[in-house]
């Protein structure tokens, strides 16, 4: 049985303007009982093509494990499907290899969780072929060979460790520990070049000079792909015997290598008024406009209303916020969220950069908070709960949301919903080095969290920080901290700062919601709640620890008992005078 | 929330009322550096000062200007437009009380010179105009802010001398002078309460880099050094004009170490140049669509260099030039008549940067160029027996010109290469006031008439200039007659 994941047509002639590659693959357990090898191949259509390009990958359960062929199963179809699913904006090595990372830690808590002790084990080696280049990620005895111009080179370097004449051990495999060191290599592809990928199986029974031989020998993959096996079979291969081979019939253009010329590609819409028409879509209004973009309201061909997001001209070319503008759009689409809004795929491929997210009629919060401050203590703890499970859908997906304000925040029909993702961080982009240079400080002064910018750790508690601070303008029209908030920037002057009680403000908060507001806006992000549902919780039901008000002075409880107990204690003193005067 | 046309007498939006604050700050500037020029004959007096003298103080006001925009750059960077241009008030309201209370020439020289600073006002307000408007607003906004801010010089024109004769005597133009300090000084605490560095709920103030311009090739490289050539010499003349050697307000001694520290300035300036762009001079490759010609730059330069450079050194000499033209004419008429010239400021500026996003950019800096050359020739040959109408005629046409090229050269300077707006703005500021310090460096040497023939012979050599400018390239879209937009793409 050949465990085969995709099976293109052989020879698969790709009908790409660019990069054009010829490929087969096969897969056999040979004198196995079970094929624990598997390979597979993507082809992607259309504007992938040039973003990610064309994958290969082969990979080798390692044979001591039972648990090896879902291993390799594992490995194969994970990175085939996640590497494609990675932003356009990520580099192919950054993609890639956070892939192959991910599957790595998969495996390996398989491999701890389970109950007989078997290792989910493998070798993997992916090739990507993309507009002129080659990127190799390699870990394990798989190997990737180059045919050029009658010369046979092997591209990848085997992990493996000979222990004496008659054995050896891999020294590097997928799901043998959490960190791996994955071997990446990018090179330029030329016209003709053949690409073989092969397990032990094969390229231990088939020297070089014979497999050179062979690879001049027809221009029919499939056929060779045949010829491989059986050559490997006749030589004695015990094992199971995998190959894949791949020609470039044509390059892509060079230009697709580079990141920001992929971003850059569409141009910036020109500045639109009602009535324009982009892309089958019409303006109707624009929305809002501020330096950085323009917000309009659109409708497309079946009067659906829509809302257009544009990049302002200003930027043009700053590649920073081009690549976070287009990451902005990534980050709505892989949302599904009540709370948070959907971002649209536009309904032609689009000539410039935008992108459309659903319309939801309503007030933004910062509206409702002008004509209503302060809100009823049920109505903020209801909106507050929507947008905490909006927040939690992000969080989940390791984002964080980093602008959170009342601007950002339209109360619908159906609810609240989160409306930008401007400057959200998303974990596993920033943490690669990236070519461009990011803006170091996003958000807005008044509502995010002190760390960003005192320059501590941020994470999911600095969401909790703004979150708290919408619920606390909420209840009170006011902020937490005051007028000096919007000026600290270090450490020191944060701790200077103190809490505001909402009970000054609004009477009618209860005294146990007033110390969950002040313990998620704590400025030291350790000391606020572990996680959002705790602090929710917090705030719809009392929490008993805090049913009484904070032991305050006397005077500031109870002021009349104060001047009443002064009044008995002076008549007292002047009786007693009087009693020791007349008495002497 | 947003539409397409710009109110500005909507005050109950944020940003107008921004730009109505910003733009008098500049206007405030401007009244207080130029407040000398109208009260000549009286500070003479006063001063008994001769006529070289006086020509020196002229270049004096305007030649600290050129190096102080580079530190008020570096400042607003640091600390946000808001608190620097309230700072900038303060001081220059105290410098102008000092130079209002100035007992000796010495005094006076060194006040105006210090008052030079003020003059670095226009940077902050582009600033904080630019983080307060759309694209769809800010090149109306900032043409807005430019231009009725210039105005200030012409209403100090104006007003001073007909202030300086009401408070009467001989100390009435410190009178005048005093007054338009304490202005500034009050404005300076009213901007800082009410001016904002970024709108309610906007991200942070965000610095822009300073410093060297990147180039792109090496042969911009050097012609950027080239360019930068010219401040320092102007400078060096001006360090001349003051020694022993021209009007002795410097010693000898003092003059050596003006130069020294001009070597300073320029050895430390291009080392900053040289560290930028040390990575592409090494061979690093620029990628395509980050490449531009430096040669734009130094074209816009020039264009303000004859514009603006032109304006400021003409402003300076105009109330002057109508009092000793017209026989039996007043100061205060004088005044008035000279503030002709930046009246036009309130709508030939912005008209200028209107006309050149309409109708091409060479095109229409050519023309603006070659209309203020007529203006100037038309100037020189002005003389008591004009009407005084004619004249005034004359210098607003000639103005007109001055300004819309400002304006043209402002709407370009984006365009060259957006990433590096805030530098290439800079450096045309920049050039515009080694323009100023050079015509009047040459006036101190002339007569008006010659002076006036001079700016008109420099500007056609800039005319041939600007015919090297090559109109901006990239997406140009163009919308059809059912409103569809359709992408042209320019090669």
Request: proline share 4%; no cysteine; glycine share 6%.
């Given at each position: 049985m050949s465990a085969t994941i995709t099976t293109p047509k052989a020879p698969m002639e790709h009908l790409q303007p660019s990069l054009k590659v010829a490929f087969a693959q096969l897969s056999e357990a040979g004198r196995k009982a079970e094929n624990q090898d598997t390979v597979g191949a993507r082809f992607p259509e259309g504007a992938a093509m040039a973003t990610k390009g064309v994958a290969m990958a082969i990979a080798d359960g390692v044979s001591s494990s039972s648990a090896a062929r879902q291993a390799s199963q594992t490995a194969v179809t994970g990175i085939l499907t996640d590497y494609y699913a990675t932003p356009d904006t990520w580099r192919t090595g950054q993609s890639a290899s956070r892939v192959i990372?991910?599957?790595?830690?998969?495996?390996?808590?398989?491999?701890?969780?389970?109950?007989?002790?078997?290792?989910?084990?493998?070798?993997?080696?992916?090739?990507?072929?993309?507009?002129?280049?080659?990127?190799?990620?390699h870990v394990g005895d798989s190997r990737i060979y180059r045919f050029r111009a009658g010369q046979l080179e092997l591209l990848t370097r085997d992990h493996s460790q000979r222990i004496d004449k008659n054995t050896t051990y891999l020294s590097r495999a997928l799901g043998a520990d959490l960190s791996l060191e994955i071997d990446m290599e990018s090179q330029e592809i030329e016209r003709g070049d053949i690409y073989l990928l092969s397990t032990d199986g094969l390229h231990d029974f088939i020297d070089e000079k014979t497999l050179t031989q062979m690879l001049q020998s027809s221009d029919d993959l499939d056929a060779q792909c045949k010829?491989?096996?059986?050559?490997?079979?006749?030589?004695?291969?015990?094992?199971?015997?995998?190959?894949?081979?791949?020609?470039?019939?044509?390059?892509?253009?060079?230009?697709?290598?580079?990141a920001i010329t992929v971003l850059s590609r569409l141009p910036f819409p020109p500045l639109l008024k009602p009535g324009h028409i982009l892309d089958g879509l019409t303006v109707e209004k624009i929305l809002h406009e501020s330096e950085r973009s323009q917000v309009y309201l659109v409708k497309n061909a079946e009067g659906t209303p829509l809302v257009m997001k544009t990049p302002s001209v200003n930027y043009e070319d700053d590649a920073a916020y081009i690549e976070r503008f287009v990451r902005e759009s990534w980050i709505g689409s892989r949302l599904a969220n009540r709370h948070v809004v959907r971002v649209v795929e536009p309904p032609r491929t689009r000539t410039c950069l935008y992108y459309l997210t659903e319309y939801i009629p309503g007030p933004t919060l910062t509206q409702v908070i002008k004509e209503r401050a302060p809100l009823p203590v049920s109505d903020a703890v209801e909106l507050i709960e929507q947008l905490v499970m909006g927040i939690r859908a992000l969080h989940r997906k390791d984002t964080l949301h980093q602008d959170l304000k009342p601007d950002n925040v339209v109360v619908g029909a159906q609810g609240v919903r989160i409306v930008d993702f401007g400057s959200c961080w998303v974990a596993g982009i920033e943490e690669m080095a990236s070519p461009i240079a990011a803006d170091k400080i996003l958000g807005t002064l008044d509502?995010?969290?002190?760390?960003y910018r005192y320059g501590g750790p941020t994470g999911p508690r600095s969401d909790q920080f703004s979150l708290a601070v919408l619920m606390y303008e909420m209840l009170t029209g006011k902020h937490p901290f005051g007028e000096g908030y919007g000026?600290?920037?270090a450490l020191p002057q944060f701790q200077k700062l103190s809490y505001r009680s909402a009970l000054q403000f609004n009477p009618l908060v209860p005294v146990w919601m007033d110390r969950a507001l002040e313990k998620a806006l704590h400025t030291q992000p350790a000391q606020r709640y572990e996680a959002l549902s705790e602090w929710l919780q917090d705030l719809k039901r009392p929490n008993p620890n805090w049913l009484t008000a904070k032991q305050k002075p006397l005077m500031e409880r109870h002021p009349e008992r104060v001047w009443k107990g002064l009044a008995i204690a002076g008549w007292a003193v002047a009786v007693g005078l009087l009693v020791f005067v007349v008495t002497r | 929330m947003s539409s397409e046309k710009l109110n500005l007498l909507d005050v109950t939006r944020a940003n107008i009322r921004l730009l109505h604050l910003t733009w008098f700050a500049?206007?405030?500037?401007?009244?207080?550096?130029?407040?000398?020029?109208?009260?000549?004959?009286?500070?003479?007096?006063?001063?008994?000062m001769s006529n070289a003298q006086w020509?020196?103080?002229?270049?004096?006001?305007?030649?600290?200007?050129?190096?102080?925009?580079?530190?008020?750059?570096?400042?607003?960077d640091k600390f946000g437009p808001r608190i620097v241009y309230s700072l900038l008030l303060a001081a220059g309201g105290l410098m102008c009380l000092a130079f209002a209370c100035a007992q000796t020439y010495e005094q006076l020289a060194l006040f105006r010179f210090l008052l030079g600073f003020v003059g670095a006002g226009f940077v902050i307000g582009i600033r904080l105009v630019g983080e307060w408007f759309p694209a769809r607003h800010v090149g109306l906004a900032e043409g807005v802010y430019g231009g009725w801010g210039n105005f200030g010089s012409a209403a100090a024109a104006f007003t001073l001398p007909t202030l300086a004769l009401l408070f009467g005597g001989d100390d009435g133009w410190r009178y005048a002078i005093g007054v338009t300090g304490l202005m500034a000084l009050a404005y300076s605490g009213f901007f800082y309460a009410r001016a904002r560095n970024t709108p309610k709920g906007s991200t942070y103030f965000k610095p822009k880099k300073s410093g060297g311009l990147e180039v792109t090739s090496k042969k911009d490289f050097y012609f950027y050094l080239a360019m930068n050539l010219p401040m320092y010499i102007i400078l060096a003349v001006l360090a001349w004009k003051l020694s022993p050697a021209g009007v002795g307000l410097l010693s000898q001694g003092t003059t050596y170490l003006m130069y020294g520290i001009l070597l300073v300035l320029c050895a430390y300036q291009f080392s900053q140049i040289y560290k930028v762009n040390k990575d592409m001079l090494h061979g690093a490759p620029v990628p395509?669509?980050?490449?531009?010609?430096?040669?734009?730059?130094?074209?816009?330069?020039?264009?303000?260099?004859?514009?603006?450079?032109?304006?400021?050194?003409?402003?300076?000499?105009?109330?002057?030039?109508?009092?000793?033209?017209?026989?039996?004419?007043?100061?205060?008429?004088?005044?008035?008549?000279?503030?002709?010239?930046?009246?036009?400021?309130?709508?030939?500026?912005?008209?200028?940067?209107?006309?050149s996003d309409k109708f091409g950019r060479r095109l229409s800096m050519s023309i603006f160029i070659i209309g203020l050359t007529i203006g100037y020739f038309t100037l020189s040959q002005v003389n008591g027996a004009w009407p005084v109408w004619m004249a005034v005629i004359a210098v607003m046409f000639c103005s007109f010109f001055v300004q819309a090229g400002e304006g043209a050269v402002f709407a370009m300077v984006p365009l060259v290469k957006r990433r590096l707006t805030g530098q290439v703005a800079g450096m045309a500021g920049a050039y515009g006031n080694v323009g100023a310090v050079t015509f009047l460096t040459i006036y101190s040497f002339v007569d008006a008439s010659t002076f006036f023939m001079v700016i008109g012979g420099c500007a056609l050599v800039i005319f041939g200039i600007v015919q090297f400018l090559e109109e901006p390239q990239g997406h140009m879209h163009e919308v059809n007659e059912d409103g569809s937009i359709t992408q042209i793409e320019l090669t």
């Open positions: 990372h991910s599957l790595n830690r998969y495996l390996w808590s398989q491999s701890q969780n389970n109950v007989r002790q078997e290792g989910y084990l493998t070798t993997l080696s992916l090739l990507v072929l993309k507009g002129d280049k080659l990127f190799i990620f010829a491989l096996y059986q050559t490997a079979l006749n030589n004695g291969s015990e094992d199971n015997i995998s190959v894949q081979l791949a020609r470039v019939d044509d390059i892509g253009t060079p230009s697709e290598s580079d509502y995010s969290a002190p760390e000026k600290a920037m | 500049f206007f405030l500037t401007f009244v207080v550096w130029f407040s000398h020029a109208p009260l000549k004959p009286l500070i003479m007096e006063a001063f008994n020509k020196a103080l002229l270049i004096l006001n305007v030649a600290l200007t050129i190096p102080s925009r580079i530190v008020v750059g570096i400042l607003v395509e669509h980050d490449k531009y010609k430096f040669k734009q730059v130094a074209i816009l330069d020039w264009a303000y260099f004859v514009t603006f450079g032109s304006e400021l050194a003409v402003v300076s000499m105009l109330p002057a030039f109508f009092l000793e033209t017209f026989e039996g004419m007043t100061l205060a008429a004088a005044g008035a008549l000279g503030a002709a010239f930046a009246f036009m400021n309130l709508v030939a500026r912005p008209g200028g940067g209107y006309i």
